[in-house]
């Protein structure tokens, strides 16, 4: 079946980097673009990035931009998020998403069940 | 980047009873607007696409309208499996954003 599982999440230095992943499984991943969504401690989603199913095109929310960094890898049917410069209003749960109407409609029709970043000294 | 406004923020419905959530825009999106159903401790879920279409699998009880700024997600009927909280988010400018979500509790 359609499953995104996201993986990397975990505590982290105010200042330091970690990456989360997304391994994508029962769909041609290197057909859709793919989204990152975060949602910090009973707060609303934020949408975080994109990136083009051949990842020449990416596009960041302002808060991130700058400090964030979506990549996929095709052939391994990953997603990426590499977050740098870490604050502690980045703690979140970070989903990924899938680009998966048309190329009209990016609307996330698939979802991970999301990977926990808590940023703390 | 646009704004995307919710209301009400809580909305209190009996069971069979109607539900109509209201997202308003900051400037026109033409139709490029969502509609995403949350659950306590679970990913969102796709409801609706285009403000009026409905996403794979998702009942008809649920529909969508609207276009420019301002739009409206109605469920004709409530059911217990619909008590959530509901996010609108545009797709038709950079970035994408969502709004700070409606929360559809039992009266």
Redesign the interface.
Known sequence: QVQLVESGGGVVQPGRSLTVSCAASGFTFSHYGM?W?RQAPGK????VA?IYYDGRDK????SVKGRFTISRDNSENMLFLQLNSLRVDDTAVY?CARWG?SAD?????I????TKVTVSS | ?IVMTQSPATLSVSPGERATLSCRASQSITS?L?W?Q?KPGQ????LI??ASTR??GIPARFSGSGSGTDFTLTISSLQSEDFA?Y?C?Q?NN????????TKVDVK
């Open positions: 989204h969504v609303g989603l934020e949408w994109l596009y960041y929310a302002d989903y109407i409609h990016d609307a996330l029709d979802w991970g069940q999301g | 980047e490029k969502a995403y949350q990913a969102p879920r796709l696409y285009g996403a794979t909280v996010y988010q797709y950079w970035p994408r954003t969502f709004g700070r979500g």
